[in-house]
């Protein structure tokens, strides 16, 4: 061959291979793609693009007799491709709008509207960090005001505490991210004396990346059981003087905790501990009675997917509520109730 169109997505790797090839073995075909600029340097390869590169690159091959039919023949496969997909496409309803939201039954959201609840009124910033729990920032939680990188949510709050000492800062942690990076910025708050709230959300796994264990579950990498390591006795280890450990599915109980730390001076942890909905099969679920007057509390300030209207009435879709029991708690009505499934 004499040419190459290499199409790939994020790092020119196929490409680069290719060129190390050909001068290894002193090969003369030359290669296209995004050091050429033939390729997209970002973003996805979608079939459009793919196809107005490809037919670019026969154009420009000038192709022989012998090869032309061949050509001819792929150009008009991917165009038949294509249409055929407008077609479906066309055919189809629109998908509904679904945004990225923290599963039904999650205990993050439980702890962030804990956190939110104690904070009504009063002046905060909540450092958020990277795991299932970005997702606190969506509406109507709105709890993650910062997203960076793994770790850094704590080293913000306590920067954001030095620029207005007056603000609460809190700062919100996975218990994998704890272990990968967060240790070091809790170090640096303790021996620095930064005012702020460390909120650790320990559902005992890592979620968002496919529940590979870490340093507080009890099973290594090769799946062997070990001994865990305890998130309050590192805290503890690291000079943090208060640390309450509360189960967030409490509601008034996690409020409490909040109010009792943004009291007080100096580094403070709250671990919110209860286990991701993927690790138990739920064993309750929590329906709505006649005495619900549709005011859409449970609604508008949580944002559980398992809620919605349907026919006006308001509803729990049992299929998905795991009955962690967060809208009874907030209910004015008392009209959840669980029931066991
Ligand atoms: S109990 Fe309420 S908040 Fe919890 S999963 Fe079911 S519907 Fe959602
Ligand atoms: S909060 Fe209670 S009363 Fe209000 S809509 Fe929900 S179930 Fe009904």
């Not at 670019?56 to 012998?66: N, R």
Request: net charge negative.
């Amino acid at each position: 061959m004499e040419e190459v169109l290499v199409v790939e997505e994020l790092f020119p790797y196929l490409e680069e291979e290719l060129l190390k090839l050909a001068g290894k073995e002193h090969l003369k075909y030359s290669v296209l793609g995004k050091h050429t600029g033939n390729s997209p340097l970002a973003g996805e390869n979608t079939a459009e693009d793919t196809a107005a590169r490809i037919a670019e690159f026969l154009g420009e091959k000038k192709p022989d007799e012998k090869h032309k039919e061949e050509i001819e023949d792929l150009t008009n496969q991917i165009k038949g491709q294509l249409r055929g997909a407008e077609s479906e496409i066309i055919e189809r309803p629109d998908l509904p709008v679904r945004p990225p939201v923290l599963c039904a039954g999650c205990p993050h959201r439980a702890s962030f509207y804990a956190v939110k609840t104690a904070m009504k009124g009063k002046k905060a910033n909540f450092s958020g960090d990277i795991g299932c729990y970005t997702l606190g920032n969506a509406m109507p939680l709105d709890m993650v005001d910062t997203c960076l990188c793994m770790g850094a949510g704590i080293t913000m709050a306590q920067g954001l505490h030095w620029t207005d000492p007056e603000v609460v800062n809190f700062a919100f942690v996975g218990d994998s991210t704890f272990f990968a990076s967060g240790m070091t910025g809790v170090a640096n708050a303790v021996y620095n004396e930064a005012d702020m709230i460390l909120v650790v959300l320990d559902n005992s796994t890592t979620a968002m990346t496919g529940h590979q264990p870490h340093p507080g579950t009890g099973i290594n990498m090769m799946g062997d059981v070990v001994n865990k390591i305890n998130i309050e006795a590192v805290l503890k280890g690291l000079g943090v003087k208060k640390v309450i450990t509360v189960d967030p599915l409490n509601l008034d109980e996690t409020v409490k905790a909040v109010n009792k730390c943004a009291k007080t001076k100096g580094v403070k942890a709250i671990i919110m501990k209860s286990p991701c909905i993927a690790l138990s099969k739920p064993t309750e679920k929590c329906v709505i009675n006649d005495s619900c007057i549709k005011c859409k509390k449970c609604i508008r300030e949580i944002g559980c997917p398992a809620i919605s209207v349907i026919d006006e009435k308001v509803v729990i879709d049992a299929s998905m509520c795991t009955g962690c029991g967060l809208c009874a708690a907030i209910c004015p009505k008392s009209a959840i109730v669980k029931e066991v499934r």
